[in-house]
């Protein structure tokens, strides 16, 4: 009991302290913010996403400049697109988020008006080649600009603080509430490209051009492995999770470039098929394009592949239920959307998992085994 009191006192401790900390922290601000300067942009009026997305309608334009280049994301018949990266679609939530982030912006403290020392606080300008901050400008009608803001680097003297500046202005302020502004066109998309869960996926099968094929696949809904097909009396996988590995591949498939469609050279062609108990089918043209993996992506929905699940329903607590016909039909059309006039450059590791290979999961039995 002793022990048990004790440990109640120490965690109760450490929630006081943790609190006294915070609100002397929130003071600490207070007493630093200037008179009649709390907010960068007043003008904005944002709080909300809901607010957020009202002012999309003002804006037109989302310039960048940063270590990465300039680049802009344009309004495009009510879509927001990337004409860095062939017009494709980006995320309006990483957008509204940037909007609302310039609104909160809250200065904290004046620090200095001298040029000189703008690069001690990363706030020199975007077109310096040392330079690391990041400028965004959000443009309306007519070039109008709404809001520009340069941001330096993080502040070791509080949580959630930087240094700002506006462009144009010597003036830099230590502002709090941090917000995401990638500085580089791939940051401004969805963070996957899709996403299938590895407990929809049925089988896995990949076509080498030589007519090699690797075939991974589950008996059913339920089954927590996915086991290596057509293996010889002396072949064994390389080990029990070697299934898994590729099944969960298109769980998450964050991207690295893309291209428009076009009648390159396309070299060492590679078909990948994942099908799934639901009824949907993603086909994965891997190919190379001077010596760099892409890969062109089509989705559709096939009744034939669909198994529906016994009316007791999945003999596992937890594992979801199969989506309905009519849900995979239209995530089937959302896909194609997003793959029509495009192809895709991911990381290495998913290339490799994409063209994987017999040789590349399996291995000889021991004399033992």
Do not use: C
């Not at 309006?92 to 001690?120: C, F, M, S, W, Y």
């Not at 016994?310 to 849900?327: F, R, V």
């Not at 896909?335 to 450059?345: D, E, P």
């Amino acid at each position: 009991m002793k022990k048990s009191h004790s440990h109640i006192i120490l965690i109760a401790t450490v929630i006081i302290v943790s609190l006294t900390i915070s609100v002397s922290w929130f003071r600490d601000i207070e007493s630093r913010r200037v008179e009649g300067e709390r907010f960068l942009f007043p003008e904005l009026g944002i709080s909300t996403d809901e607010t957020a997305l009202k002012m999309l309608n003002d804006i037109v334009e989302v310039k960048i400049e940063g270590p990465n280049g300039i680049f802009s994301i344009i309004s495009n018949d009510k879509k927001w697109i990337l004409p860095n990266l062939a017009n494709f679609p980006v995320s309006v939530d990483k957008i509204k988020r940037v909007i609302v982030g310039l609104a909160q912006l809250e200065t904290i403290e004046a620090k200095t008006k001298n040029p000189e020392l703008h690069g001690e606080l990363g706030l020199n300008s975007p077109s310096s080649k040392t330079s690391p901050s990041t400028s965004v400008s959000l443009i309306g009608n007519k070039n109008h600009i709404l809001a520009s803001l340069l941001v330096g680097k993080d502040s070791k003297t509080g949580k959630d603080t930087r240094y700002v500046r506006r462009p144009g202005d010597n003036q830099t302020w230590l502002a709090w509430r941090n917000f995401e502004l990638p500085n580089s066109p791939i940051g401004w998309l969805e963070d996957n490209l899709f996403s299938v869960k590895r407990w929809r996926v049925a089988d896995i099968k990949i076509l080498h051009a030589n007519d090699s094929e690797v075939f991974i696949a589950r008996s059913d809904y339920s089954e927590q492995y996915f086991k290596v097909q057509n293996l010889k009396e002396d072949e064994l996988p390389l080990n029990p999770y070697v299934g898994n590995q590729i099944g969960s591949a298109i769980e998450k498939l964050p991207v690295k470039n893309i291209m428009l469609k076009q009648k390159a050279n396309k070299k060492n062609f590679i078909k990948t098929e994942f099908t799934t108990f639901d009824g949907l089918k993603i086909t994965i043209e891997n190919f190379t394009i001077n010596n760099e993996r892409w890969v062109e992506l089509v989705a559709q929905y096939d009744e034939t592949l669909r198994r529906e699940l016994p009316k007791d329903g999945p003999n596992i607590i937890g594992l979801p239920e199969m989506p309905s016909i009519e849900e995979v039909n239209q995530e089937v059309n959302l896909l194609n959307q997003k793959f029509s006039n495009w192809i895709f450059q991911f990381n290495k590791s998913k290339h490799q998992q994409f063209t994987t290979k017999f040789l590349d999961i399996t291995r000889k039995k021991d004399i033992e085994e």
